[in-house]
C-alpha cells in the first residue's frame, strides 16, 4: 500500500484536475448556448434554400450555363474535413477523421483523393499520409459568413476550372449536448433533389424572374456558401456538446477517483494509528515485566 504522503499527493493532484474538468465544462456550456441558438435558427433557412437550389438544378437546360451541377467523370476528389482546433471533447474529433479515411480509402479506392482541412486536429492528422491541400482552422477565430463564404468561393473555383471532379464536406451535425451525427454531404456538382422510387422531377414548370441565367448566378452560389457555413456552425456546436458532455464525464471520474483515495487514505492512516498504538502498549508491558 502506498504512503500516506503519496495518497496526499494523488488526492490533491485528482482534486486539482477535477477543478480544471469542471470549469472546462461550464465554458463549453456557455458556449453551446448560444452555437446552439445560431444554427438552429438558420437551419429552416439553409434546409429550404438547398430545396430550392436542388430542385432548381433539376430543370435547368444545358443552356443555362449550370456548371456547379455539370457531372463529370470522377477521378480527382476533394473531401472537406471539419473538425476542431482543440482536443478533450471525447470522440468527435476521431468520428469525423475515420469517416474522411474511409471515404478516401473505400468509397473513392482507385481515385485520386485529396483534403481540405478546417480545424487543426483534421489538418494535424491527414497531413501525415494525404495531400491537404489547404488548411483553414482560422475560421474558427472568427466564424462569420463571410469568412466562410470566402472558403466556398474557393471551392467553387476548384469544381469549375476541372481541378476536382467532386467535392465533399464531413461534418458532425448537432442533435442535442450528447449526441452528434457524422454527416457526408456532397457539395459539388449540385444534385437534384429525387423522390423514392421516382426520377429526379424534371418536368416541373417554373417562370424564372429575372431570367434563368440571374438566378444561377446569384442563388447557386448563395446556397453552397449556406450550405458550408451551415456544416461548419453544426460541427461547431458540437464541439461544445460534445466537450461539455466528455468534462462532465471526466468530473464525474475524477470525483469518483478522489473519494476512493480519500477513504484509502483514511484507511491507511487508522492503520498506521492503530500500529503505533500497539507499539506503545507493547513497550509499556515489556518495561512493566
Known sequence: MANLKEIRNRI??????????????????????????????????SDKLTELLQSLSANLDADSGSKFSEEREVKKVLIVSITSNRGLCGAFNSNILKKSVSLAENIHAGKEVEFLAIGKKSNDFLSKNYKVIANHSSVFDDLTFDNVSAIAEELMKLFINGTYDKIEIVYNKFKNAATQIVMTEQFLPIVAVATENEAPSNGTDYIYEPSEKEIVEQLIPKSLKTQLYKGIRDSFASEHGARMTAMHKATDNATELRDQLKLTYNKARQAAITNEILEIVGGAEALNS
Not at 448560444?34 to 433557412?45: L, S
Open 12 to 45: 490533491a493532484s485528482v482534486s486539482s484536475t477535477m477543478q480544471i474538468t469542471s470549469a472546462m465544462k461550464m465554458v463549453s456550456a456557455a458556449k453551446l448556448k448560444k452555437a446552439q441558438d445560431a444554427i438552429t435558427a438558420m437551419r429552416p433557412y
